[in-house]
């Protein structure tokens, strides 16, 4: 069976036998709605460079996806998204509460699931784990401080993604390494491998918003543009647009709540600017580049180059989607 099926069938299997039912529905149903399973995938990647029994770290892998979705219920209620891999977000099928305290038990369940691992680990899994944890929230916090500045640097914005999405990317592989017994310098270069790799995927998450098909992409197209979200887009926009330019964008990120058309014309006028100025052509070189300097260290990882294949084609697809 494929990692991926491994993954959906552990998931659709987990008991949910406590009760009341009513705080589990919402935990079941996000974690049954798909998604990309990249931080359990990454996990099982890593720990089959040193070992051929991946299916045995299933808890801990999905322990990981566990705690990713737990976030995005939260994430979703403090963005009020609408929408979530196509389908309706938690706190718009249940209310805001469940959304919260269903998240919280995610939060828990996650840690129960990860101290399944062998004992030995129990340590530094759960250190890495849980300083993760707390990296990912001062990354959301980052964000939403950004929302009430305008002078966020680039490199600010670098760091806030890299905490909010690159570490549980790198969590993921450097827990696989750990669990595969793997030397202390491969799981170190497997957790930068992950940074680069997660700074790239959140840069092309940025330009899928703008540029994406929304059919394809499972949520509404123009959504950062519509909130006047602080991202790679926006922030270059700015530094490279010419006075006039500024001006008009300037006027476009002054508007806010604005009605369907209203909104429509917003993210129309504001994407034909990132267009005119070339963020969307920096975009696509500075993706480039994280995901080079990734592959680079996946390069000094001591394992032999064909066990590294699978790792290696995955992060490429990855990093090659339209969703």
């Not at 991946?54 to 994430?75: G, K, Q, R």
């Not at 001006?247 to 267009?275: G, P």
Request: proline share 4%; hydrophobic share 40%; aromatic share 8%.
């Amino acid at each position: 069976m494929d990692k991926l099926s491994l993954i959906e069938n552990y998931i659709q299997s987990l008991p949910y036998e406590r009760v009341p039912q009513e705080l589990y529905e919402p935990i079941r149903y996000v974690l049954s709605i798909g998604g990309k399973r990249i931080r359990p995938m990454l996990m099982l990647l890593a720990y089959q460079l040193y070992k051929d029994d991946p299916a045995t770290i299933l808890p801990e892998a999905v322990a990981l996806e566990t705690y990713h979705n737990y976030t995005l219920l939260h994430d979703d209620l403090m963005d009020n998204a609408d929408v979530r891999r196509g389908m309706p977000t938690v706190h718009k099928k249940w209310n805001p509460n469940a959304a919260i305290l269903s998240g919280d038990t995610m939060l828990v369940l996650a840690y129960q699931r990860m101290m399944q691992c062998p004992a030995d680990k129990l340590k530094a899994v759960l250190d890495l784990f849980t300083v993760t944890a707390l990296e990912i929230g001062e990354g959301q916090q980052f964000d939403m401080d950004f929302e009430t500045r305008n002078d966020v640097r680039e490199e600010e914005y670098i760091e806030m993604i890299r905490l909010k999405t690159s570490v549980l990317l790198a969590c993921a592989l450097k827990i696989g390494a750990i669990l595969g017994d793997a030397p202390v310098n491969d799981a170190d270069l497997l957790y930068r491998f992950g940074e680069k790799i997660g700074l790239a995927f959140q840069l092309q998450d940025d330009y899928l918003d703008v540029y994406g098909d929304p059919k394809v992409f499972g949520k509404a197209i123009g959504g950062d543009i519509l909130c006047n979200k602080k991202t790679f887009m926006l922030i270059n926009a700015f530094n490279m647009a010419d006075e006039e330019t500024r001006k008009e964008l300037e006027k476009w990120v002054a508007l806010s709540d604005l009605q369907a058309e209203a909104a429509k014309e917003k993210i129309s006028a504001v994407t034909a600017i990132y267009t005119k100025v070339g963020v969307d052509k920096l975009a696509a070189e500075r993706i480039e580049k994280y995901f080079a300097e990734g592959l680079e260290l996946l390069s000094r990882v001591n394992v032999p180059e064909e066990r590294k294949e699978e790792l290696r084609q995955y992060v490429h697809d990855m990093m090659h989607r339209s969703k």
